[in-house]
T-cell receptor, first 114, second 114 residues
């Protein structure tokens, strides 16, 4: 079955460390997204990519970086500049490039600070 | 730019009772509307979507939603809830522009009373 795979499910970060969250999709979708979810705040967009080798900042991009070298993959790096990284991170994809297509979600990665 | 409001943070209903979750949106043109459900520790699953046409939309798991342009609302309903419906529900709004993104509400947590 097609879908989105996020790994790892749980991740721990030490002070000053960069960590990378993996997101892979086999839905042949052009667009991919990264969201951060905190309790009571819904989903906030970090970065999104509408096509390979191109991506745009979302609402809370500071302290994060992404790459889109392959259509199937959109890894997110949480850098040491992100001072409050503890959250649930969700990756999504859609067949369209904008707000008129439903997004399909992975099962998320929970990041905590050691 | 579009926006979406879910006025209820937490709702508790008895098993077998009917359910209505509220969603209000703001957008100048006809919006693209979505309802998603999230079980604890998992990603979001699409319940239903409205793009155009019939204003009463049927979704999965027995849910339906009605688009009311005059009230800028897209409320989610279910005639009889089951204990397995306990989850977080998110309303989302998009637009037809290819440069736009989907905006998610802050969510409504649904608890089921035995």
């Amino acid at each position: 079955d097609g879908g989105i795979t996020q790994s790892p499910k749980y991740l721990f970060r030490k002070e000053g460390q960069n960590v990378t969250l993996s997101c892979e999709q086999n839905l042949n979708h052009d667009a991919m997204y990264w969201y951060r979810q905190d309790p009571g705040q819904g989903l906030r967009l970090i970065y999104y990519s509408q096509i390979v080798n191109d991506f745009q900042k979302g609402d809370i991009a500071e302290g994060y970086s992404v790459s889109r070298e392959k259509k199937e993959s959109f890894p997110l790096t949480v850098t040491s500049a992100q001072k409050n990284p503890t959250a649930f991170y969700l990756c999504a994809s859609s067949s369209g490039n904008g707000g008129n297509q439903p997004q399909h979600f992975g099962d998320g990665t929970r990041l905590s600070i050691l | 730019a579009q926006s979406v409001t879910q006025p209820d943070i937490h709702i508790t209903v008895s098993e077998g009772a009917s359910l209505e979750l509220r969603c209000n949106y703001s957008y100048g043109a006809t919006p693209y509307l979505f309802w998603y459900v999230q079980s604890p520790g998992q990603g979001l699953q699409l319940l239903l979507k409205y793009f155009s046409g019939d204003t009463l939309v049927q979704g999965i798991k027995g849910f339906e939603a009605e688009f009311k342009r005059s009230q800028s609302s897209f409320n989610l309903r279910k005639p009889s809830v089951h204990w397995s419906d306990a989850a977080e529900y998110f309303c989302a709004v998009g637009a037809s522009s290819s440069a736009s993104k989907i905006i998610f509400g802050s969510g409504t947590r649904l608890s089921i009373r035995p």
